[in-house]
């Protein structure tokens, strides 16, 4: 009896290790949730939560897997992101009270949202973008960037404002997007 119950419960951990494996760490609001559209406040004290919120932030953009993450995707209305563009995926930019200081230039670029899964359009931004930060320490530091980084800033930070790529689109593509996002939420539900 012992053995059969030492087993189970050995089977047991091992599902919610596999399960615990291949989730999130945070869970991540989905497209048309109204959390998705408040105004994150600024960081005013770099303490030990801010830095955990990124951590976990980090972790969870990771197993998404993304190559970005805002704080209100995950129901934290602080202005915190995480980034990491780079093939080897061991990059990662925390940037805290993000500001665009300058941008020049235009690029179309496929983008896609782990807040919109399964939906990928093409949007118009800047093609150079300048963006002071404060790292995880409250430091302040600077960033200059071009390609995906640069679209991924912008993506990242029209979050913090409560703003999400569809938004860019045409209302005719939004109402689609959101008839096909209710049908995928039915099915799984
Ligand atoms: O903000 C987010 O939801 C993350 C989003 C960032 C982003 C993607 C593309 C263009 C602009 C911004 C994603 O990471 S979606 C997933 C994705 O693009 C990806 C996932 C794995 C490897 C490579 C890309
Ligand atoms: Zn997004």
Known sequence: MRVIFKTLRWILHVITYSIKL???????????????????????????SIRRLAADMAETMYEAPGIGLAATQVDVHLRVI??????????????????????????????????????????ERAEYVTVRYFDAEGQEQSIEADGLLAVCLQHEMDHLDGRVFVEHLSQLKQSRIKAKLAKQSRITA
């Open 82 to 123: 995480v980034i990491d563009v780079s093939e080897t995926r061991d990059q990662l930019l925390v940037l805290v009270n993000p500001e665009l200081v300058e941008s020049d230039g235009l690029q179309v670029c496929e983008e896609g949202c782990l807040s919109v899964p399964g939906i990928y359009d093409k949007v």
């Open 22 to 48: 291949f989730m999130p760490l945070l869970p991540i609001l989905r497209y048309p949730d109204p959390r998705l559209k408040k105004v994150a406040k600024r960081v005013e004290k770099f303490d030990d």
